[in-house]
């Protein structure tokens, strides 16, 4: 084993020796924002609502990132993110949002209540639709797409309706032992 000289380990070292700033120089004053945060936040997503960029903010009431329009506070519009930064599907309109999570609460109680697997009631889903694996996300569709999944479970799976459809359609099947309050998600 061959020793280093410390004149060759100097010169090894030289080049870290320029201005490069360190530790020392950099501003230690306050907090700093980092993209680091959300490897994968985007930078060209559009508002469903107006068509501005959308811009990667936290929630304060949720503590979880979001998507909303650069022209707030003109424009509400707002998308979810996945922690990462990731959005949650395509940015859309209000009539778009609204008739996703109409689908979804539909959809869900196929594999929910027990009906199929998750993973089956998604291969039931691209079959029923004629989607492939990709296109197959509620979280892309449009409000027609919605509409359409909705009406093809109702029709294969008569029993599966929303909590708020039974409500509508029964106000007071709680007061009979007939809605279990198991079928609404707790939002607060």
């Not at 209000?94 to 999570?101: E, H, M």
């Amino acid at each position: 084993m061959t020793r280093i000289s410390d004149e060759e380990l100097a010169a090894l070292f030289k080049p870290l020796k320029s201005d490069t700033p360190v530790v020392e120089d950099v501003d230690m004053e306050g907090p700093r924002k980092t993209e680091h945060r959300a490897p994968c936040a985007r930078k060209d997503l559009k508002c469903g609502e107006c068509g501005a960029l959308m811009v990667l903010r936290k929630s304060k009431k949720y503590k979880t990132p979001f998507y909303g329009c650069s022209r707030w506070p003109e424009c509400k519009g707002a998308h979810g993110a996945h922690p990462d930064g990731r959005p949650l599907g395509t940015p859309c309109d209000r009539r778009t949002s609204a008739a996703r999570i109409a689908a979804h609460d539909v959809f869900d109680r196929l594999w929910k209540q027990n009906r199929m697997t998750r993973p089956q009631a998604y291969a039931w889903m691209r079959q029923a639709m004629g989607l492939s694996e990709s296109e197959a996300h509620i979280g892309h569709f449009t409000a027609e797409q919605c509409e359409r999944l909705v009406t093809l479970i109702k029709d294969k799976y008569p029993g599966v309706r929303s909590a708020w459809e039974r409500l509508r359609d029964n106000p007071y099947a709680d007061a009979e032992g007939g809605l279990d309050f198991d079928d609404f998600e707790d939002i607060s």
